[in-house]
């Protein structure tokens, strides 16, 4: 992988290869906005249906 990666950057040029690491960030990024998205709606889910227990 990293023999790969190392002969892209040298056929490429620098430019190509930290657009390949922005998107790669950027797309790691969006996953863990959604996850840490869904664990707080499941949280409000959560503390909306013990209120409702507790009445």
């Known amino acids: 992988m990293l023999i790969y990666?190392?002969?892209e950057v040298l056929l490429a040029g620098w430019g190509?290869?930290?657009l390949?690491?922005?998107g790669m960030l950027g797309l790691f990024g969006l996953a863990m906005w959604q996850k840490v998205k869904r664990v707080k709606a499941d949280e409000q889910a959560?503390?909306?249906a013990?209120?409702?227990r507790k009445d």
């Open 16 to 18: 190509d290869f930290w």
């Open 20 to 22: 390949f690491l922005l």
């Open 50 to 52: 013990y209120r409702k």
């Open 46 to 48: 959560r503390i909306r």
């Open 5 to 7: 990666l190392t002969s």
